[in-house]
């Protein structure tokens, strides 16, 4: 039993939820989200609340059942108030700025790395070194955090490189001379 998928997904007063055909769609003050529904799960739009369960006995179901409710938390948290990232780069001439729908990083190569921001993501760069990315749907606010975090992870000796705000980076000592 899914200690988390018995818990209902409550519904503000300002989000609506509705399901049709095999699509949940959320729709709230920020936008409006879809998912498409597993016929192992039911979803029940009740008293203002989405109630999650297991369709049948199955293994899958049972093991999928926390997780969609989970997917769907996140659909009512992403239409309410949207996730964020931020990313902080460190290092010696590793600097950030946001251009219109692009994102451009200085992180030490011979070239400058362009990021193209996805549509539904805002991406701020407040300073030279912090990067807010902002959007409703916090698949894709990870994805793109994660892929600007590939392009110079932070490293274990000087601690350069690009992570995640309250991110801790084991440090290693260096070599003795």
């Known amino acids: 039993m899914s200690r988390i998928g018995k818990v209902p997904v409550a519904l503000p007063s300002n989000v609506t939820a509705s399901a ?3 699509i949940l769609s959320v729709k709230g003050p920020k936008g409006t989200l879809t998912m498409p529904m597993l ?3 039911s979803y029940g ?3 203002g ?3 999650v369960r297991p369709a049948n006995e199955t293994k899958r179901a049972r093991s999928f059942w926390g997780m969609h409710r989970t997917l769907v938390q996140n659909l ?8 964020t ?3 902080e780069i460190t290092g010696v001439g590793y600097r950030a700025a946001a251009q219109g729908r692009n994102l451009r990083l200085q992180l030490g190569y011979s070239h400058d790395v362009n990021i193209a921001v996805p549509e539904g993501l805002e991406v701020k760069t407040p300073d030279q070194t912090t990067v807010e990315i902002s959007g409703i749907d916090r698949q894709k606010v990870g994805q793109l955090a994660a892929e600007i975090r590939r ?3 932070p490293e274990p000796y ?3 490189g690009i992570k995640y705000r309250g991110e801790y980076i084991f440090r290693k000592e260096g070599k003795k001379k």
């Open 20 to 22: 049709e055909g095999q």
């Open 76 to 83: 009512v948290t992403g239409v309410t108030d949207g996730f």
């Open 151 to 153: 392009w110079r992870k």
């Open 158 to 160: 000087k601690g350069k």
């Open 45 to 47: 739009i009740e008293d």
């Open 85 to 87: 990232k931020v990313l």
């Open 39 to 41: 016929d192992d799960i």
């Open 49 to 51: 609340r989405i109630v």
